[in-house]
């Protein structure tokens, strides 16, 4: 038997927590692309169970909560870029697609070839499914939601625009889910860890 080919492949994710998020936002807490994705993961499953448990919805939790570990994987080569600039005009964002894409395929070579095919649905965001898709995308947003009423209570008001414009969003997903967890888990981050406490004794 021939020995395994070595692989950077793990070598390259696990410096998924060098890579830090907003990085033209002044930030009281940085938040790096490796905490980022647990954070999804853990949104994501939760829409899902709602969705299976609520709204009849057919999406596997695990398979999201996988996919969405993975979403931000390509960041190891090409960093974090921007929403700004990203998104700057629809030339830019077309090119950026192209480079994510280029840099998921880079990643997936660099698997034993014998490994290759069940991380092609997880590195590949062209391979997702649509739901799958757009619910990975609403869990990143709500993500993204919870930074800017962490950063704005701690006084940093450089994130109020971006609070704004992730409300306007996440209030347009026609997933009943997304409403779901807005009006169910979002308000206890408007709340301090004395006010959580109080809450839970007074409950009691």
Same mark, same amino acid.
């Given at each position: 038997?021939?020995?395994?080919?070595?692989?950077?492949?793990?070598?390259?994710?696990?410096?998924?927590?060098?890579?830090?998020?907003?990085?033209?936002?002044?930030?009281?807490?940085?938040?790096?692309?490796?905490?980022?994705?647990? !954070?999804? +993961?853990?949104?994501?499953?939760?829409?899902?169970? @709602?969705?299976?448990? &609520?709204?009849? #919805?057919?999406?596997?939790? =695990?398979?999201?909560?996988?996919?969405?570990?993975?979403?931000?994987?390509?960041?190891?080569?090409?960093?974090?870029?921007?929403?700004?600039?990203?998104?700057?005009?629809? !030339?830019? +964002?077309?090119?950026?697609?192209?480079?994510?894409? @280029?840099?998921?395929? &880079?990643?997936? #070579?660099?698997?034993?070839? =014998?490994?290759?095919?069940?991380?092609?649905?997880?590195?590949?965001?062209?391979?997702?499914?649509?739901?799958?898709?757009?619910?990975?995308?609403?869990?990143?947003?709500?993500?993204?939601?919870?930074?800017?009423?962490?950063?704005?209570?701690?006084?940093?008001?450089?994130?109020?625009?971006?609070?704004?414009?992730?409300?306007?969003?996440?209030?347009?997903?026609?997933?009943?889910?997304?409403?779901?967890?807005?009006?169910?888990?979002?308000?206890?981050?408007?709340?301090?860890?004395?006010?959580?406490?109080?809450?839970?004794?007074?409950?009691?």
């Amino acid at each position: 038997m021939s020995e395994p080919m070595q692989s950077h492949f793990f070598a390259h994710l696990f410096r998924m927590k060098l890579i830090n998020r907003w990085p033209l936002m002044r930030n009281v807490n940085t938040e790096n692309v490796a905490e980022h994705s647990h !954070q999804v +993961a853990m949104v994501a499953h939760m829409l899902a169970v @709602i969705g299976q448990l &609520k709204f009849a #919805s057919r999406i596997v939790p =695990e398979r999201v909560a996988t996919l969405a570990l993975y979403h931000d994987a390509s960041e190891v080569l090409t960093g974090d870029l921007p929403t700004p600039v990203k998104y700057f005009n629809p !030339q830019i +964002a077309i090119e950026y697609k192209k480079i994510e894409a @280029i840099a998921e395929n &880079k990643l997936l #070579s660099m698997l034993p070839e =014998e490994l290759q095919q069940p991380y092609r649905q997880l590195l590949l965001s062209a391979e997702y499914n649509d739901e799958e898709k757009l619910l990975v995308k609403a869990a990143d947003n709500l993500c993204a939601y919870v930074k800017t009423i962490e950063e704005i209570a701690a006084g940093n008001h450089e994130f109020t625009i971006a609070k704004r414009r992730l409300e306007k969003m996440l209030c347009s997903y026609p997933q009943p889910e997304v409403k779901y967890f807005l009006d169910v888990f979002v308000p206890s981050f408007f709340l301090s860890l004395d006010e959580i406490s109080l809450e839970e004794e007074q409950g009691n």
